[in-house]
């Protein structure tokens, strides 16, 4: 074990699979040169050189285009965003190319690549600049989504992102990166896909989020502690697949639920764990599921706008209170 | 004075007022009193200016996110403008904007956007609006060589030219997309021969001198006006500070910076002004630039915040 921060977890995971396989090689802007926008790729072009720590212009869907290309001949591309926000550029290119190539072709082809990037809201970035994009991906059969929240995870996943042999989209924060944590060294530690993490035990209510916010659930969990509520905390690293398993086990203990994440309430990946638990573990409920999301409006710039527009744990401890029947 | 020194002076006050502007954003923003991402527009202040001398009131400007010159040379107050970087309800925005999306339907500034490339087409848009309601009408479109790889860019060309639109695309080429050079953007150093591919008209020259600027984006305007054609043109620039407040700005070497500030476009201005002898009119209107930023930054920190319902559905 050591302790790492967040990117460096991220680095971690890349330079161990591009040591492993000469198939993999990064893509993007500003990752190597420039040492990446948010320094995830740091060193990186010094170690593997410019075959394969490649810069590109301001071309999302052509080097999102040009990478899929390449894996669906052979090679395993990561692909990094400079946030998720710009992937909306190239969001044909993953939707109807990525994700349908293995189908269209009858199973003859496929494509293995990993998009990654940060995610959701960074701090007063405005509105074109907040977007919590994993929603709109999780919609999509023939992609799978990660979201890790802690190091450990970040590097576990990501190694599963890039050995597996379909397009795995993977979301990062800004504001996680800073964030450490003991990581396994094992070249071999591999997390699977579509498993969820207990990241706190509880009997009451079960909180259920997934990277920066499985943070701020903890917090309105130890918050609930001191009023006497003991709440679980769900960690569902992976949206697609999604663990039922692990949300119908908490819920038969705690009977009650809540999903908190950044994001707009209408659809997305909490309307779709909602279906889950109220289709799989009806009988098991004593309250309605309640969600804690990103307000339904563009992000505002205003700093204290932002806050109240971005799920903070008090929400999220009133509406455990709300489905207690104590508030 | 005569007519033409008295044009070059106000100009000369509109690039000191952004100047100034920017510096004293860049201190608030050291102060924390600003948030988020800031683009300044140091070094790139004669295009604006010249641009705004050129066009009329009413012809349509439209940018990216480095998009305080433009709202201030357009005509955006000051004040309008600083309480929007402080996130202010007396912001041009409300406060919901911040740097990067300063709008001022009065002045037809429709807008900074912060995807590259993603205005280029609304820009075609707009454009297109006049020429369907038979106005003759001009739509300017700035961005920056960074955005000449995207696709967006190629499809606003595209149908501007096979629509004969009357947009003029201004690509101001500062030579840098954060920390990649023209030479890692580009397979050409020459931006304006993207205009070939699509019949489009060009031209290309660099912002050493507002007239310039102005002079030449005229005629560009005037083939937009009259003849309802667009026109690429390449501006080549530089920026002096950093792509925003947060880069360190590691890529290029201090003398490189140092040569290019000799070519300062503000400087150039006023040497040219006090050779023809209007020495106290250039320090006067530096002396009412400061009390003009001053102001704007204490109506900034004076003003209110926007409250939830601001946020909420009247701006939805
Ligand atoms: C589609 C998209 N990709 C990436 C970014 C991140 N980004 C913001 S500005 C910028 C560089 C743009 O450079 P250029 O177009 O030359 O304009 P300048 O900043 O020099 O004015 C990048 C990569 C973005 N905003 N939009």
Redesign the interface.
Known sequence: MSVMRFREAVRAAMIEEMERDSRVYLIG??VG??QG?YKVSEGMLERFGEKRVI?T??????FTGISIGAAMVGLRPIVEYMTW??S??AFDQILNNAAKLRQMSGGQLHVPIVFRAPNGS????????SHSMEHFYAHVPGLKVLAPATPADAKGLLKAAIRDDDPVLYMESETLYGVKGEVPEDPDFVLPMGVANVAREGTDVTIVSWSRMVHVSLEAANALEKEGISAEVIDLRSLRPLDEESLVRSVHKTHRAIVAHEGWPYGGVGAEVADRIQRLAFDDLDAPILRVTT?D??M??????EQ??IPQAPRIVEAAKKVLYRA | MSTSDATHLALYRQMVLIRRFEEEAARAYSQGKI???LHLYIGQEPIAVGAVAALQPDDYVITTYRDHGLALARGMTPRAAMAELF??VTGC?K????S??FFDAEHHMLGG??????HIPIAAGTAFASKYREEKRVSMCFFGE??V????FHEGLSLAALWKLPIVFVCENNEY????PLS???SVEDVSTKALGYGMARDRFFADHVLTVRDRLAEAIERARELSEPTLVEIRTYRFRGHSMSDPGK?RTPEELEERKKRDAVLRSRADLEAAGMGADVEAAEKEIEDIVADAVRFAEESP??G?G???SD??
């Open positions: 802007e500003e040169h420039y926008a810069d212009p301001i071309t999302e869907s052509g926000n710009f909306a550029v960074a701090k007063q970035v405005g509105s074109q600049h307000r409006v563009p505002p710039y205003n700093a204290k706008l109240y527009v | 948030g988020g991402f996130g202010k925005s406060g919901l904007g911040g990067m999306h956007y912060g995807i590259v490339g993603g960074g955005a790889s995207i696709g967006d997309a954060m920390g990649t890692r953007e580009l890529y915040e926007p939830p601001v946020a909420r701006n939805v």
